[in-house]
């Protein structure tokens, strides 16, 4: 199980840095984006394209990146066997609680 976590920490933070790196690309309302710059007559994707694509792009990798938080988390709660604060509580109050007498 540590090593499926330490796998999917590494996928975590490989899928944040893309999902960086494909926002800063697009291009803003305004068209004013790198993609739009860098893109000419000539080159194999339009502006457009190349928006289009970084966009399904960047979806497709939240869904991932929001598919592996749920992931980790179930996986950290598995591991975790302590209760929660509001439990602890409640057990600290209850053992301190004096039984009345009858």
Not at 78 to 95: G, H
Request: hydrophobic share 50%; no cysteine; charged share 15%.
């Amino acid at each position: 199980m540590e090593a499926l976590q330490t796998i999917s920490l590494i996928v975590h933070i490989i899928v944040a840095l893309l999902i960086i790196v494909l926002v800063l690309l697009q291009p803003s309302g305004g068209g004013d984006g790198l993609v739009s710059s860098y893109s000419g007559g000539g080159n194999f994707m339009s502006a457009r394209s190349a928006a289009n694509f970084l966009s399904k792009a960047t979806m497709i990798l939240a869904f991932v990146f929001m598919a592996n938080t749920l992931f980790l988390g179930i996986i950290a709660n598995k591991k975790s066997n302590a209760n929660s604060i509001v439990e602890e509580l409640v057990e600290e109050e209850n053992e301190k609680s004096i039984p009345l007498a009858e």
